[in-house]
């Protein structure tokens, strides 16, 4: 083994293979990453989900440079910087309706903690303190703190850390290659999916019940789609029950799927959203979570000294950050891209269903500028047929990402045709060495 490498325990990574063999990524631009050796290679993946005006843009390069010269910190608490209530009041115009109110974090993780605490202490503050049962669905991804592992619906990301959270429980995932294998776009059937909250009211009462929470895409999970009509329905069932609905748009925020969040394209508002990635363009941690205001509002008692929610953190609406965020909101709109994916999903779901028929490929699905694509595993050894793609498709000289046996791929928003098309290319001739 390299030496070198040895000091660093790398995150969600096989780190003996990784330092046999190495990937090593030294610059980026635009659709593109250079590896240590100066190789050329496409993003499939904006990163992990989170560059979504592609790499290394001036206008946000810039906004970084300057804001660290001008001022390197401000505490967060009983303290702020006039770009905090700039970035919040953008955050808020692009948000729907009624979600007015922002608070930062600085990950997705902290994002989903942040909300599920909101939600507890929500219900506490208007009397009904008995609801603070949490529940998540099945394959769900939140993060990886133990709020979000507990929610959370992902086996791997849960069998190692204990009891996790009490008081969760969880719905059914939406996944049904059985009737909807190959759909383009959201599937047609399991729409009544969303009545299991039915069943965990009944099982544990209404009044116990705080929020539910919800991707309305899942993307680390493989890309499982929500079918129609399954989100609209369970808003109705949260109305019904007084239940908080969260939307985790970590992924799917920031035009991702054709529109600012995923609650627009879907048309449903849920009560808070728990955001990162694509707010500061991956460039500087950030994630946020946006609140209704009458949910804010509903902490604004008592006396007016008094700190009305206990939680925060020290890098919260952190300079850097907030420069960041401010460059990105005005990249994205300078060059519309925060609806650019409406225009360029049926050329991409053309391009990704032509992957049906190829060897393996027993399921493809895509929304937006989301693709997966689910591979039969390798008898004996599951997850080893999509890491071979995964690894065939970086000395192809493109990036993409996998969990389990399935393809994900979710490319920079300035993405262009030929280039999806190289990236389609490359994943067939992958699967196709895979066999
Ligand atoms: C839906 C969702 N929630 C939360 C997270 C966690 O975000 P972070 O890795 O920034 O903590 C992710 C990360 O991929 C995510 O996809």
Request: proline share 5%; net charge neutral.
């Amino acid at each position: 083994m390299n030496k070198d490498l040895d000091a660093y325990w790398m995150p969600f990574t096989a780190n003996r293979q990784f330092k046999k063999s190495p990937r090593l990524l030294a610059k980026s631009s635009g659709m593109h990453y250079w590896d240590d050796k100066g190789r050329e290679i496409l993003d499939g993946v904006a990163g992990l989900w989170c560059v979504n005006a592609g790499h290394a843009r001036p206008k946000i390069v810039k906004a970084i440079q300057e804001q660290a010269a001008e001022m390197d910190f401000a505490p967060p608490f009983q303290m702020a910087h006039p770009k905090a209530f700039e970035l919040a009041d953008a955050v808020a115009k692009i948000s729907p309706a009624g979600m007015g109110k922002v608070f930062f974090t600085n990950s997705g993780s902290e994002a989903v903690e942040t909300a599920l605490k909101m939600a507890i202490a929500y219900h506490r503050v208007r009397g009904e303190a008995s609801r603070t049962r949490l529940i998540g669905r099945e394959r769900g991804y939140h993060g990886v703190n133990f709020g979000g592992i507990s929610v959370g619906g992902m086996v791997a990301n849960r069998k190692m850390f204990g009891t996790m959270l009490g008081g969760v429980d969880h719905i059914r995932h939406t996944l049904d290659i059985g009737r909807n294998a190959f759909t383009v776009g959201q599937p047609e059937h399991g729409a009544e999916l969303a009545d299991d909250l039915e069943r965990l009211v009944a099982l544990h009462d209404a009044s116990t019940i705080a929020a539910v929470i919800v991707e309305p895409i899942s993307g680390s999970a493989g890309v499982l789609l929500p079918p129609k009509g399954y989100l609209q329905r369970l808003r109705q069932i949260c109305d019904k029950h007084g239940i908080l609905l969260i939307f985790d748009e970590v992924i799917t925020g920031f035009g991702r799927t054709g529109a600012p969040f995923a609650a627009d394209t879907f048309g449903v508002t849920p009560d808070l959203i728990t955001c990162a990635k694509g707010l500061t363009n991956g460039c500087v941690p950030m994630g946020a979570v946006i609140a209704k205001d009458s949910l804010y509002d509903a902490f604004m008692n008592g006396p007016e000294h008094l700190i009305e929610f206990f939680h925060g953190y020290t890098y919260s609406a952190h300079p850097l950050a907030c420069a960041a965020g401010l460059a990105t909101l005005e990249t994205y709109a300078d060059e519309g891209l925060l609806t650019r994916a409406a225009q360029l999903q049926g050329y991409f779901a053309e391009a990704v269903h032509s992957l049906k028929g190829e060897p393996n490929v027993i399921d493809i699905r895509n929304f937006g500028l989301v693709g997966g694509i689910e591979l039969a595993p390798i008898a004996g050894e599951p997850t080893k047929r999509a890491f071979n793609v995964f690894l065939d498709c970086y000395e192809k000289g493109l990036l993409i990402r996998t969990t389990g046996d399935i393809v994900a791929m979710s490319p920079p928003l300035i993405i262009e045709r030929q280039q999806i098309d190289q990236m389609v290319d490359t994943i067939r001739g992958a699967i196709r060495r895979a066999a």
